[in-house]
Nanobody, 124 residues
Framework: QVQLVESGGGLVQAGGSLRLSCAAS????????MAWFRQAPGKERLFVAA????????YYLDSVKGRFTISRDNAKNTVYLLMNSLKSEDTAVYYC?????????????????WGQGTQVTVSS
């Protein structure tokens, strides 16, 4: 049974940075693609970024490309999301997710394990 725990959320001013972490346990982290999704107030949950099992391939939501960086440290069973140049529209609960597949997918249905989420609030 895979457990995912997010951390690193908080309040930051527009233009600032945050790094989210997602610690995994109870599964084979190094063979799973990982992703971050977010859900803004009053909106549906959306794909943000994903990384393949080995960390050499990434994919991003267009609006965060160039600002966010997803990475992973398989030795630590941890995936990260570095968020730079934050904007008010980035305000959301951010969720870490683990896929059964080793390769990148953007579909929520392919991610079988989810963290509880961490709040990111960007003030303008």
């Amino acid at each position: 049974q895979v457990q995912l725990v997010e951390s690193g959320g908080g309040l930051v001013q527009a233009g600032g940075s945050l790094r989210l972490s997602c610690a995994a346990s109870g599964g084979t982290f190094s063979t799973s693609a990982m992703a971050w999704f977010r859900q803004a107030p009053g909106k549906e949950r959306l794909f943000v970024a994903a990384i393949n099992f080995s960390g050499d391939t990434t994919y991003y939501l267009d609006s965060v490309k160039g600002r966010f960086t997803i990475s992973r440290d398989n030795a630590k069973n941890t995936v990260y999301l570095l968020m730079n140049s934050l904007k008010s529209e980035d305000t959301a609960v951010y969720y870490c997710a683990a896929a059964k597949t080793s390769y990148i997918t953007t579909r929520e249905s392919t991610y079988n394990y989810w963290g509880q989420g961490t709040q990111v609030t960007v003030s303008s």
